[in-house]
């Protein structure tokens, strides 16, 4: 793997500011569904959390570069949201199960 | 194994084979860092989601005292953030130390903006006895658990803003070496490094602004 000597990726600034404004036009999405489109729950959250997402997506890709890097850097994120899920899957089993929420909580 | 033989750069360190590991070990252990950090806040936002399905009505009421307005315009100036410093580190790989440090200023500009921004709502909140747990004084939300909506919002968001504080700190640092000279398309490991950590911290944002500001 040492043997290749690899060029950098290098965007162009069209390139950087195509995504900085994909990722402007998103959040007035995201606004414009909150604020003034009535999507009933759960579907309201799950679109805000879409948009959310694909921003993540656009901004891990392009603006940290995963697109370009070494796969072993974008398995990383993957395995942390991977586990993040997993903590909130085996917590959720727990406290959306309970017959009565603890009194102090 | 390794070719020590053509002249080596003077920021190779001896263990490195050449200057190409060693960028793509910094960045490795940069990503590791950065897994610790969604882990991190991950258990936060885990407890946001345990207690937003608990008391999804207080969510909705709570919602409704958080300024739509200046959280849409932080997450503008956090992605304009993002933008500059990507562009920082173009300017880097390109040679173009004028672009860099300008990038950079401008990018340490942003994050201030966001703080003074983030400050002033704090503020007005303080001002109105809304304050994390017991300490939490407000009688303008008709809920009985109304302060825990509030101490998540002040762990998250607070945890936040303490990393955009030591963002400043770092991409200042980075700038002072820029103006040293440290810097060229050769080696700009600390730029991209500090670049990632700036991203995440835009990144968490993404998810705060939704989740807080936009429960409707």
């Not at chain 2, 940069?30 to 399905?53: D, H, K, P, T």
């Not at chain 2, 050769?186 to 835009?202: F, K, Q, R, S």
Request: with cysteine.
């Amino acid at each position: 793997m040492s043997e290749h000597n690899h060029e950098h990726h290098i965007s162009t600034a069209g390139q950087l500011w195509a995504v900085g404004t994909a990722l402007f036009i998103l959040t007035i999405i995201t606004v414009v569904f909150a604020k003034f489109v009535a999507i009933p729950p759960p579907f309201d959250v799950i679109t805000a959390i879409s948009i959310a997402l694909v921003k993540a997506f656009l901004v891990a890709a392009f603006f940290m570069n995963l697109y370009w890097d070494v796969k072993f850097n974008a398995m990383l994120l993957i395995m942390a949201v991977a586990f993040f899920i997993l903590m909130i899957s085996i917590t959720l089993l727990d406290t959306l199960y309970r017959n009565d929420v603890v009194p102090s909580f | 194994m390794a070719n020590h033989s053509t002249s080596t750069p003077t920021h190779v360190h001896h263990h490195f084979v050449d200057g190409d590991q060693q960028f793509d070990t910094a960045k490795l252990g940069m990503w590791i860092f950065l897994v610790n950090e969604i882990l991190f806040f991950g258990g936060l936002f885990c407890a946001y989601i345990v207690y937003r399905a608990w008391y999804p009505e207080l969510f909705q009421m709570a919602a409704l005292e958080l300024n739509t307005f200046w959280g849409a315009v932080n997450t503008v100036v956090l992605i304009g953030s993002s933008l500059t410093v990507a562009m920082a580190i173009r300017s880097a790989q390109k040679d173009q130390m004028k672009g860099l440090k300008i990038n950079l200023l401008i990018t340490i500009a942003l994050a201030v903006v966001f703080m003074v921004i983030k400050g002033f709502e704090y503020s007005h909140k303080f001002h109105l006895g809304i304050f994390p747990g017991e300490f939490y004084t407000y009688e303008g939300l008709e809920h009985p658990k109304a302060a825990i909506f509030f101490s998540i919002y002040y762990m998250l968001t607070g945890v936040h803003a303490l990393h955009v504080l030591i963002g400043i700190g770092l991409i200042y640092w980075i700038y002072l070496r820029a103006k040293r000279g440290e810097f060229s398309s050769d080696y700009y490991t600390p730029v991209e490094i500090t670049g990632l950590y700036w991203h995440l911290v835009d990144l968490i944002w993404i998810f705060l602004f939704p989740l807080l500001y936009l429960i409707e």
